[in-house]
């Protein structure tokens, strides 16, 4: 592999100048562009090797650190490989943890979070531009940190907070998921009682690594959180599932209540269908009655029509016989008619019949 060093405070390109060369040589800074620009004159089928020993320095210089990588795994095919010496911290931490395929750790290399920091010059609004900035720039790497290792997200969201930080050494850092592997692995700690381990206390003495009795290691404490993690993610899924089956069966009995509903009117339909079946039989006989009259209604009608016929025509077969029948006849056809009005009538109609009768 090629080694391309990242060493000192990580710097924008404005820095390379050959009035820096001699900080560039010595490891005090490194330019993003000396980086960009190793990374492109890069031949070969072999992998790069980013290898960093740094206090940080300007998170868009280390932004555009991991975007050269970026480039020159599209452009190659080819892998880049991010080892970290002493110590990767602030804007060094982040280049680790996004620039590489594999990334590994010296056995002693301590790796370093912490919030963005910067000054601004102006007033209260000047100051919020900033903030909000900064802000934005931590969320991005909070994020980065919760997807890719196991760390508890309210640790991580404690070294963001002002003043703080959060360290960690290779192995915790390879508990965590954070790095691939340990260069040159460190020996198991020498094991104390917790005798030893107070009176170090006490002295100001902080010991991360001592295997106490009964003192879990900094690998077991990452592992027991994975494991808590993944346990509440199995309580939620028993709890979604739970939830579901209530869903179902609720969803069942209001199927069970439509169905019931929809029966009792499928019965209110079929008694209506056959009342209307019954009004239906009812209409047809009215209707046949109705025809029964109608035609009963022509006869008398057509019987009237011969009997007035006959009355006009006073021919004697069908009229009256006599005069006082003639007048009988009209008078009954006409109640309301007087008795002179109606023999004067039968007079006017049947003159063969009123002659008769004066003779």
Known sequence: MSRIAVRGVIVGAAYDTPGMETYINSGLITPESRVRAALAALTGDADAELYINSQGGSVFAAQEMVNACEEFRQRTGRGVVVTVGALAASAGSM???LAGDVVRAHKNAKIMFHSAMSYTEGGPDAHGDTAELL????????????????????VIAGWFAEGRAGWLTAEEARAAGLIDEVIGEMAMPPEMGRTQMTALGERGVQVAAFAADGVETVQEQALAARLEAVEAERAAAVAQATAAESRVDELSGQVCDLTGQLAEAGGALSAETERA??????????????????AESARLKASVTRYGAGLEIGDGTDG?????????????????????????????????LHEAAKG
Do not use: C
């Not at 079946?277 to 109608?294: F, I, P, Q, V, Y």
């Not at 003639?326 to 006017?348: C, D, F, H, L, T």
């Open 320 to 352: 009256p016989a006599t005069f006082a029948e003639a007048v009988a006849a009209i008078r009954q056809a006409n109640p309301k008619m007087s008795g002179e009005r109606a023999w004067m009538e039968a007079a006017e109609r049947f003159p063969a």
């Open 277 to 294: 079946d019954g009004l239906k039989t009812e209409l047809e006989a009215a209707s046949g009655e109705l025809e029964k009259l109608r």
């Open 95 to 97: 280049l680790m943890m």
């Open 135 to 154: 802000a934005k720039v931590n969320g991005e790497v909070q994020a980065a940190l919760v997807g890719r290792t196991s760390l508890d997200p309210d």
